[in-house]
């Protein structure tokens, strides 16, 4: 056993034990000498969080309306305030040619703190806390107030004025230097493991160094060129273009993977690029979607980071910690490992430093298996995206008959991220249960006894059952030969069944193995099926029920309604054409105006297109007909344009019929 | 307190508790008085069970080699022993024509046999156990043994020869007899519960009884007919040709419900009926499937007998034996339910009643949806049945476009009737432990806090949460409230999305409290899934794993390749035609032999249907075409039948060319 001790300290805690050694018989000494059990010195911010929050709540109010009077103003003179409140809106989730960064960099800040939040003692600073109870109400009180705290920072940019540009500036650079102050200035806190704070803050100040970045790029821009907005509906419009001519051309354009003879390494990245990001022109995932992938990301960080930082210290701490008294305490409990206590004292530190390894390994996998769901679910978005443009529906999900959106599916489009988002977190966790259990029962009854001899609980009872095994594996072995070689006769090249007499009579005398064989497959069945569930939790695109009954698992339900809502509101095909019918006389119309059409008044060239008399369907729909045609001709022919300015700018704007039906 | 006391006597345990009242001081004495724990005497078979096994087993070997002796005879005789061997079958699992009640007894008999058998300690009598080890391996003999043991009791009845009914007489009438005696003699055993025994054995005495009562009336009846076995084959090729008759008539039959107005009992009645058996004339279900659902009914009664007597008991014996040491018990672990010891008492025998209710409740529940899940499955098995007999495949099973049957399926109509069984021993055991930890969750935490005021745990848990809890379930009411008020237009009878920046900033706003919404979701996501599958466990026809996947689930894998082997070899309109080629000239050809044409000969009808001539594929297609044309034409206009006597049974005797194409 004296071998495997020496083995133990090459393999896992060499200097640990070596020192257990010699110092075993002084085990206070020792314990104070190799763990002084750091004290992290208590820290105070020369710039108190209390302040911190008093002072930016108060700015980002004052931000928040500013930014309303600059839309109220704008608004005003445009002449056009239907069912817009001075309220600037946060981000346009459902336009496609919206910027991404910002929403992504914001709503990772917010998640962040959110998680940040969950473990904080003082989640609102600046209130003092009265007793435990209180801290539950105040929590939950930051709940609300913390999307209200950043809520400016992303209002600013959709505002797309120089003034939003600066205040954007002044707000980012504001958070983002106390944040980088405070974590400079205290980056160890005494809780669960000295940097965790640090570590969990990392995305939360990475989200306000891009926007201390970006706020002033965009200003910059802004002042050096007149137009700058313009160079961003450009891209909107030139994406719409583009999507609009890949859909009519109907033929598929070739991708970039044409290239002769690429090499294996870059087929490889292409293939798995490929499932991450469509090929496809002009295609692009909903802004929610990429938005709940990189929560999804966060998620998977601020999970593992807690789950690693909260086990894997306080264990190593334990496994230095041991001495001789956990002998005296085994034996308490019955437990004896060996009659050496050194010998006890190794191989309690190797089956900690087992665990640790389990656990790890658990981590790890658990953690890898929850990125590929999610890489998995985003081509399965795309796919299901693809479909229901097409107007195909989602297998047992609402059939999208009804043309209109509903309070469901407004409802359920609105939780969607959260619930990608508690889902992501909830599956993480039950897998790193599992897989934990599974790992710790597969060394422990498994590895340790084949390697060592020790713990033989599994092969005992191997060895006791050993001809009830070997009567079920003799059985079923049994069935699929006879199957193969005695029931089955090939007849001109078909199999057909033969010697049905013997078949019968090992179908009666095997009958009762088979129903113990049964009991193993249904083991097996409520493994595989356990398994699935949980390894699949986190995807809401997958169905945890069978077929028929898919829409009873909420996941599934939310996640089909999110996605008609998506696809009823952000049509790419209905919103380039409406886009181009705003953009062409609009561009000419609104020249002299100081801003140019802004992508969310697209939701105006919807409402264009919905023709007062509602009476006369049919003449509506020839209307509409001819509209698209003439729009879609206009497209492939821009010279045309100026010949046809003044009769398409005429209907378009006040509905009425158009004066020549044939282009 | 006293007056709860009180209610509790008058509600659970009267005399017990009034009992406990009186003689708390002397509990030994009271305890001697009212329990006498009374010893099951020792009893002594006056015909042990191992001379029992030693003059039937040699019993039903002679039986075995004289109904093999007669069944070689007559396949001699016959001069056709082509592929089977001289052993009888022990039923035709895949004729539908063959008698159902035998083999249902005889599965019953060999089942129950089986689940009585997995506590003795004595599997098999007649050989001595030299150690424990010894009885796992007699066991696991006995699992052959016993099959082998009724075997001829199955096998004298499909012989349908006098000899073989006056066989299963004797056979029948000595196992029948030797059961009764014995539980007769000794109706009490010491094991589990002094009743047990009896009540597990009630399906196999209920078995031979039924098989000692058919025998003789079979013999009586082939004694009193000259020709008994016709009247079987008549019964057979009526059902065929009422059969085939329907299907080739292309038009409904009434059902029976066309009866005028019903009683409303009478209509529920019909309609429960109308699901476990077909209206359709002439569709029955298959043999296997019978046998299965009839194992499952048996395996429900065992397992609920084993589950109540090994619990109730046992709990009731604690429940009157509980004195004032368990105070001193429960003050040792520090729970003081209160000061009073006779309070003290009072409560821990409510505790243990409410446990028992909700064990009894459990155990009611689990049977009830196992059954439930029973006649379900026996109607997706026939509707299953029904499309794969039209050529339709079932949902993520195997395709059948292969016409033949694999190995695969074979072996998987082999195991199916154990994995049937063993499904529902599981399924029910699982939802047995689900449902009582469920209950008792209830009764503790909900029930028990609201009647009486105690264990508050669970709304300290809630008064301690209210605001986040309460904030949780405002911003789902005001999302849905929103979503229908403020963010739904009616614009000419279509609902539209407006006010959409509202939308997004409360999208933005509420993301955080959405999240946590998602984890309470995530929950009852993991809730239903399980529940589902744990109810669903049972039913080998609903895959547990979501589309696409579904043959992963073993269970459902089996069953599709099941499916696909019933169909493949007892379609019935295939066995209909075949039966009635055989039949019409048979019945001519071998009037004068002993016996009649036995509906095991299909098998050689279809044999008879594959030509030799392998090359003329052409014309073998051809002349199939013309001789099912013939056949129909036949049974159409019997009268037809005397002019075309012998062209028709000379080619289907020899499988040579007919002479005439036209009837």
Chains 1, 2 share one sequence.
């Not at 999507?243 to 293939?271: D, E, Q």
């Not at 305490?329 to 050194?342: H, T, Y």
């Amino acid at each position: 056993m004296s071998s495997l001790a020496s083995a133990n300290q090459s393999s896992g805690e060499s200097e640990d034990y070596s020192y257990g050694n010699w110092y075993i018989d002084e085990p206070n000494a020792r314990e104070e000498a190799s763990q002084p059990y750091e004290t992290i010195p208590a820290c105070q911010h020369s710039f108190p969080p209390s302040l911190y929050h008093t002072c930016l709540a108060p700015l980002s109010l004052v931000a928040i309306l500013l930014l309303s009077l600059l839309v109220k103003r704008r608004r005003l003179c445009l002449g056009c305030c239907h069912g817009t409140f001075g309220l600037p809106s946060p981000l346009d989730f459902l336009a496609e040619e919206s910027g991404r960064l910002v929403p992504v960099a914001v709503f990772g800040i917010l998640f962040t703190k959110l998680c940040v939040l969950a473990l904080e003692e003082d989640p609102l600073p600046f209130l003092p806390i009265s007793s435990p109870a209180g801290q539950g109400y105040w929590k939950t009180l930051a709940l609300l107030y913390y999307p209200a705290l950043y809520y400016p920072l992303i209002a600013c940019a959709t505002v797309r004025h120089q003034a939003g540009y600066v205040l954007g500036c002044l707000l980012s650079w504001a958070h983002c230097a106390v944040q980088i102050w405070h974590k400079v200035e205290c980056p160890q806190t005494p809780k669960i493991y000295k940097y965790y704070s640090l570590l969990a803050s990392l995305p939360l100040i990475s989200g306000l160094v891009l926007l201390s970045l970006w706020y002033p790029t965009q200003l910059l821009k802004s002042l050096s060129q007149k137009m700058a907005v313009t160079g961003l509906e450009v891209t909107g419009k030139s994406y719409y273009e583009d999507y609009l001519r890949h859909i009519l051309s109907g033929k598929r354009s070739k991708s970039s993977s044409s290239v002769a003879n690429p090499s294996f390494p870059s087929r490889i990245l292409f293939y798995f690029l490929s499932h991450i990001y469509s090929p496809q022109r002009g295609f692009r995932l909903p802004l929610k979607l990429i938005l709940s992938s990189t929560l999804a990301a966060i998620t998977i960080y601020q999970e593992v980071l807690l789950l690693l930082v909260a086990f894997v210290p306080n264990l190593q701490k334990a496994r230095e910690g041991i001495t001789e008294e956990v002998t005296y305490m085994l034996a308490g409990f019955g437990l004896v490992l060996s009659e050496d206590k050194l010998e006890v004292i190794a191989w309690v530190k190797y089956y900690l430093w087992a665990l640790e390894v389990c656990y790890v390994s658990a981590l790890v996998l658990s953690c890898s298996l929850t990125f590929l769901m999610l890489t998995r679910s985003l081509v399965t978005h795309r796919n299901n995206l693809r479909a229901w443009h097409c107007g195909a529906t989602l297998d047992g999900g609402p059939q999208p008959q009804k043309p209109g959106v509903g309070a469901t599916a407004i409802f359920c489009w609105m939780s969607f991220s959260g619930y990608q988002t508690a889902f992501i977190c909830l599956g993480l966790f039950l897998q790193q249960i599992i897989f934990f259990l599974g790992f710790v029962l597969f060394t422990f009854l498994v590895v340790i006894p084949i390697l060592y001899g020790r713990n033989l609980l599994l092969f005992y009872m191997l060895e006791n059952t050993w001809p009830f095994c070997l009567t079920l594996i003799l059985a079923v072995i049994l069935q699929n030969l006879t199957a193969h070689w005695a029931f089955l006769e090939n007849h001109q090249g078909q199999q057909e069944l033969t010697n049905r007499k013997s078949l019968y009579a090992v179908t009666f005398l095997l009958f009762p193995i088979n129903v113990l064989v049964g009991i193993m497959v249904g083991f097996c069945r409520m493994l595989i099926s356990a398994l699935f569930n949980i390894i699949h939790f986190c995807q809401l695109d997958l169905s945890l029920l069978p077929r028929g009954v898919e829409t009873l698992d909420p996941g599934y339900r939310t996640y089909c309604y999110y996605l008609k809502m998506e696809v009823s509101q952000s049509h790419p095909a209905m919103r380039a054409f409406c886009f181009l019918l705003l953009q062409l006389p609009g561009s000419q119309r609104l020249a002299g105006a100081q801003a140019g059409l802004r992508p969310s008044d697209v939701e105006e060239g919807i409402r264009l297109l919905q023709t007062k008399n509602s009476a006369r369907n049919a003449t509506r729909s020839r209307q509409s007909r001819i509209r698209w045609g003439l729009a879609y001709t206009l497209i492939r022919n821009p010279s045309l344009l100026t010949f046809r300015k003044k009769s398409l700018s005429g209907p378009l704007a006040n509905g009425s019929q158009p004066s020549s039906p044939n282009p």
